[in-house]
């Protein structure tokens, strides 16, 4: 029922985000066109597979779709039109930098962004519809290799180990050394951080 990788009426893209609840960095989207002469096994919601198993799908999907794209909105975008809003203008880049222009775009949730080439938001989509699933993969590595090289820039936040999210980690090194320049400062347990007035 949800083989839509291509269809009668055209190609078919899938978009999925990631990191629309962290405490830190962009959140990101990715828009994947797959190949139906060259099916992927193993295709899942990302947040289902191991973090070596993503690594190795990221590399296939970007050798075997017909088209992919990846895009951000970063933390300034995020606190000024929130992170709804952030997660839209994401998908809408990913869908525009695509090198193939699709027929039609399958989206994972249930709201879309604003888009020239009809559009359908499927609840679980990252689930049950293979592009989608590429699509959550994509997303998913980029913004964990953005992390870990925050990781690095600042040292005293583990963000290769808790990606940002409001763990019990984050929220000591939070604490202690207060709110970055990454930081959402429109996320409560950081704007209770920043100084009043």
Do not use: C
Not at 72 to 97: F, K, S, W
């Amino acid at each position: 029922m949800w083989d839509f990788s291509a269809t009668d009426s055209g190609l078919i893209a899938g978009v999925d985000e990631a990191g629309r609840g962290p405490l830190a960095g962009p959140v990101v989207a990715a828009a994947v066109i797959l190949d139906p002469e060259r099916p992927i096994d193993g295709l899942a919601d990302s947040k289902a597979l191991s973090a070596k198993k993503r690594l190795t799908l990221y590399s296939i999907i970007q050798e075997k779709a017909l088209a992919w794209a990846v895009a951000e909105a970063d933390v300034g975008e995020i606190d000024q039109i929130n992170i709804l809003q952030a997660t839209l203008l994401a998908m809408q880049r990913a869908v525009n930098q695509l090198s193939i222009q699709p027929q039609r775009v399958l989206i994972d949730g249930n709201t879309l962004p604003v888009l020239s080439i009809p559009a359908q938001a499927i609840v679980q989509g990252d689930r049950i519809i293979p592009a989608i699933s590429a699509a959550s993969i994509l997303a998913k590595v980029h913004r964990d290799r953005i992390m870990e090289d925050y990781a690095r820039e600042f040292p005293g936040f583990a963000f290769d180990l808790h990606k940002g999210y409001g763990t019990k980690q984050h929220l000591a090194e939070l604490a202690q050394l207060g709110p970055l320049p990454i930081h959402r400062k429109s996320f409560r347990p950081v704007r209770d951080l920043l100084p009043s007035g």
